[in-house]
Every structure is written in structure tokens, then in C-alpha cells.
């Protein structure tokens, strides 16, 4: 009896853990990346914490950041092959007028959810009124910035590259160069003249302070433009670009079809090797993560000066990124947004470790393809234009720190400055690169349009880099949202057509092919819906 009650539990056990060995098995084969990835937040942010108590370094900290600056290089080297591969590949394939539909509706869909973005941001500070609660310091840095008319033909410039080598590791940028005035003072025999000196700030040395020495009355100071270069990679003149060979390739037939071939290839080539990266990516996040903590002021300083301003913020950024992008999601394509949400998780977590939307793109087309099953067509063009023109987190952030700089200021703003304030960082956020920090570039054509002091932009740079990871998520979710959107829109136009019938013969399986001058024009996702084989189809 003893014997087969042992026998009985032993056989309930081994089918209990079975069960469970089996169900940790599913779980991690289909969450274990997203996990790690969780876990590698968390651990980053408990690490840097504990290691701020040491008290290291500067090369103490680069040593301990390299794991997270190889994840950033590793992302930042597949941007260039992604966005021209998938952007020829996906507006080649297509036809014409599906494509200008598409096209209209992606810019027409970006452009409102960014205003939207912009009002909460608004509606948010003037209600909070975080300027209250901050001081501003007695030194101001002297750093002379561009002007909004330099800054948007900046933008216009980067459009249109003159070299596109160039293009793919800097981009054009106005150079501004101080120039001294002789006020004419009269010689005097036995004393030497005073000058004046342009110190580099301790912390960022691109940031000058002038210095007057023994001047009396100060000299006239102006400033002349020069063309000049930022190492960032001109993102918007390579998305142009390559869209416009899309285009002209898909117009070109068959022609340009061994083109549109070997930028497919080059499409999934770069996607395999997202899909053997993306496992380093969580042991990187950690130290990436850290890293950051260890850099940053102390935070009890910071969130005496900045706190409210954070929350508000963030506060802006939760609701447009969780109710408003949501409902519009609903009402459009009648679908639960979580779920889809859920499927580009593992980019939302990338996206707040590196806070650069153009170095998660590899991530969240991957996502889209793999996890939320979105036509490759259409997020090969939904993203990376969302990549360089739809900034939704960028936009309510340069928002919410206008009037935050005029409330420091004790400058009141009418409706027609609001006003303005809304339309400028719409605009703005358009021209900010996928790049960390740029948004507090392109700030200074909102400060500008309505009057407020440029050099209040040091007043945030404290919180910058912490905010700049959750505007970040907000714009990658943004762009995820609306590939799913825009798929649902274009449906129709992007079916698979059903291949023609023969009456006489049955076979209905394979699709038919028809001849047109001797050469045979398929695209290859209508093959790989229909037998769920891959096909790359030239000429026969």
C-alpha cells in the first residue's frame, strides 16, 4: 500500500514539474530577452546608486562604462544600412499610389499627435507652475547660441547633403565666431594693452566664458557666421534620399529590380544580426545604465531645484504616451493597444537605456515584424521617417521647458506667445535628430520665437539626461503606434492580390505568373503571404 501511494506521488510530482519545466520553457523562449532586459534596468539603476558611494574617477567611470559604449556603437553601426536598405526596399515594392497614400497619412498622423503632445505639455506647466519652486543661480554661462533663422536653415541644409559620404557621420552646422570691436583707446606710453579671453567651461568645454580683463568701458562684441560640421549623422538627408531612390526604382520596373533585390538582402542581413546582438544587449544596459547615475550632480540638490519640473514632465509624457496614443489606437483600428504594446517592450527598454530613437530602430523594426506581425512594407517606411520627423516626447518636452524658463524669469506669457510656443516646438522637434540630448539644440528656436533668455537653457541640463531617456520611449512608442495604425489604414492597399485561375486545371495552390516582355515582375511579399516561402525574383 505504502508502495503505491510513494508510486502515486512520485508520478504527480514528476507530472507537476513537467508542467512547470514546460511552462518556464514557453515563458522563456518567448520573454526570456525581455526579461533579462527588465532585470538589466533595474540592476543598472540599484548599481549605480551603491557605486555613486565609492566616489570614482573620471577614467575610473570610462573604464566602467565601456560594456555600455560598445552597445551604443553596436546599435549606432546598423542605422546607415537599416534606413537605406528598408526605405529603397519598402517604397520600391510599392505602387505608386498606395505609397503616396501611405506617405500623406504617415506625415498628416505625426504632425497631430506631435501637437497633441504639445498641449498637454502646455496644459500642464501652466497648471503645476514648477518655475515656483526653482531658483536660478547667480553666474550665467556665457554661451552664445544660434539664432531661430540660422537653426531652421540648418535644417533645410541637412535636407539635402552635398556629399553623401559625409552625410553618414556629419552634418552641416552653423559656426558661430565672437568678434572684438576696437572701442579705439588712446596709447599710453609704459602700459600694455588688456585682452580679452575665451576660457573653455570646466564641465563642457564647447561652452566659452568670456572673460574681460582690465577693459573699461567693455568692448563691442559681434559675432560672425561660418559654416561648419557636428559629428552626428545627417539622419534626415539620408531618409530623403533613399526615399527618393525607392521611389525611382519602383517606377524604374524591372530595370531597377536587381537594386531593390540587393537592398533586400542587405535589409535582412542587418536584421539577423539585430537578432544575434540584441543578447548582448542586456549585460550593456547594465553598465550603461550605471554609468549614467555615476555622471549626474547629486540628486538630493537636483530635485530641490528641478523636481517639479521632472514630474511635470514625466507626468506629460505618461499621458500621452499611455492614454492618448492608446485611444487614438482604438478608435482607428478598433484593437486593444496592450497587447501590441507588449510586443515592443524589449525596444522601449532599449530606448530608455540609450535615449536615442535612431539607435532603437533596428530593435523596434524587429519587434513590429516578429512580435506584432506588421507588413514589412509599411514599417519599412513608417519607421524611419518616424525616426527623424516624429518627436512627440521631444516636442512637449521643449514645450514644458519654454514656459518653465519664463515662469523662473517671472515673465508672463499671453495666448498669442502660448500660441507660439506650440507651433515653434512642433516645428522644432521635426528638425531634432535621433540623438541624445538634441532636443536642447533645437529648444533655442522656442525660446527665441517668443523672447526668453538662451542662456536659461543651463538651468535643466541637470534633469536633461534623465527626462531625455522617457521623451525617448514616448517617440519610439509613438512611431511603433502608428506603423500599426497605418497598416490597419492601408490595408486593403497592400493585400496580396489572389492569383489569377486557369479553368482548366485545378492548380490553384501556386500563384500564377504572367509574362510581360519575357520578364517576370513579382514582389516578394505577395509570394511569402501566400506560400509563406521567400522569394527574391529578378528577371526569367
Known amino acids: 500500500m505504502w508502495e503505491r501511494l510513494r508510486r502515486a506521488l512520485l508520478n504527480s510530482l514528476s507530472t507537476t514539474f513537467l508542467r512547470v519545466w514546460k511552462w518556464v520553457r514557453a515563458f522563456w523562449c518567448k520573454n526570456g530577452l525581455l526579461t533579462l532586459s527588465m532585470l538589466s534596468v533595474a540592476t543598472g539603476c540599484l548599481l549605480g546608486f551603491l557605486l555613486r558611494a565609492l566616489e570614482l574617477t573620471e577614467l575610473e567611470k570610462q573604464y566602467f562604462s ?21 526605405l529603397m526596399s519598402g517604397l520600391a515594392t510599392m505602387d505608386s499610389k498606395a505609397c503616396g497614400k501611405m506617405g500623406v497619412i504617415t506625415i498628416t498622423y505625426y504632425l497631430w499627435t506631435t501637437f497633441m503632445a504639445v498641449t498637454v505639455g502646455i496644459i500642464l506647466v501652466v497648471s503645476i507652475h ?8 547667480n553666474y ?15 535644417l533645410i541644409r541637412n535636407m539635402f547633403p552635398s556629399n553623401l559620404v559625409e552625410a553618414s557621420f556629419q552634418q552641416y552646422r552653423t559656426v558661430l565666431v565672437p568678434v572684438v570691436k576696437s572701442p579705439g583707446f588712446p596709447k599710453i606710453p609704459g602700459k600694455t594693452l588688456s585682452f580679452i579671453y575665451f576660457a573653455p567651461d570646466d564641465e563642457n568645454p564647447e561652452i566659452h566664458r568670456p572673460v574681460f580683463l582690465e577693459l573699461t568701458p567693455s568692448p563691442e562684441m559681434t559675432y560672425r557666421t ?11 538627408g539620408i531618409v530623403i534620399f533613399s526615399a527618393t531612390i525607392g521611389l525611382l526604382l519602383g517606377k524604374m520596373g524591372e530595370r531597377g529590380t536587381p537594386l531593390v ?9 542587418v536584421m539577423k544580426i539585430v537578432s544575434m546582438a540584441v543578447w548582448y544587449f542586456p549585460f550593456g544596459i547594465v553598465f550603461l545604465i550605471a554609468g549614467k547615475i555615476l555622471e549626474m550632480e547629486d540628486p538630493s540638490v537636483i530635485g530641490q531645484k528641478l523636481g517639479l519640473y521632472a514630474i511635470t514632465v514625466v507626468s506629460g509624457l505618461a499621458i500621452h504616451g499611455l492614454v492618448l496614443l492608446p485611444l487614438l489606437f482604438v478608435l482607428i483600428t478598433k484593437k486593444n493597444p496592450f497587447p501590441f504594446i507588449q510586443g515592443i517592450l524589449q525596444a522601449l527598454l532599449i530606448a ?23 507588413d514589412r512594407r509599411v514599417a519599412r517606411f513608417v519607421l524611419p521617417v518616424g525616426a527623424t520627423i516624429n518627436m512627440d516626447g521631444t516636442a512637449l518636452y521643449e514645450a514644458v521647458a519654454a514656459i518653465f524658463i519664463a515662469q523662473v524669469n517671472e515673465y508672463d506669457l499671453d495666448l498669442g506667445q502660448i500660441i507660439t510656443i506650440s507651433i515653434t516646438a512642433t516645428a522644432a522637434s521635426i528638425g531634432a535628430a535621433g540623438i541624445p540630448q538634441s532636443g536642447l539644440v533645437t529648444m533655442v528656436i522656442v525660446l527665441t520665437s517668443v523672447g526668453l533668455p538662451t542662456d536659461d537653457i543651463t538651468l535643466i541640463i541637470a534633469v536633461d539626461w534623465a527626462l531625455d531617456r522617457f521623451r525617448t520611449m514616448t517617440n519610439v512608442l509613438g512611431d511603433a503606434l502608428a506603423a500599426g495604425i497605418i497598416a490597419h489604414v492601408c490595408e486593403k492597399d497592400f493585400a496580396p492580390k489572389p492569383p ?18 519575357n520578364v517576370i515582375e513579382m514582389i516578394e511579399e505577395t509570394l511569402l503571404d501566400q506560400t509563406g516561402v521567400h522569394y527574391n525574383i529578378c528577371q526569367v
Do not use: W, Y
Not at 514648477?130 to 536660478?136: I, L, T
Not at 485561375?501 to 500563384?511: C, G, I, R, W
Open 261 to 269: 533585390n540587393v537592398c533586400q538582402c542587405l535589409n535582412e542581413a
Open 500 to 517: 489569377a485561375q486557369d479553368p482548366v486545371s485545378n492548380a490553384d495552390k501556386t500563384p500564377q505568373l504572367h509574362p510581360k516582355d
Open 130 to 137: 514648477p518655475g515656483a519652486a526653482a531658483q536660478k543661480d
Open 140 to 154: 550665467s554661462v556665457g554661451k552664445v547660441v544660434l539664432s531661430s533663422a540660422d537653426a531652421l536653415l540648418d
Open 226 to 236: 561660418l559654416p561648419g560640421t557636428s559629428n552626428e549623422m545627417n539622419v534626415l
Open 352 to 374: 530608455l537605456a540609450t535615449s536615442s530613437s535612431s539607435a532603437t530602430l533596428p530593435i523596434t523594426l524587429k519587434c513590429l515584424l516578429e512580435n506584432n506581425g506588421i
Open 66 to 86: 565601456f560594456p555600455g559604449e560598445l552597445l551604443m556603437r553596436m546599435l549606432k553601426m546598423l542605422i546607415l544600412p537599416l534606413i537605406t536598405s528598408s
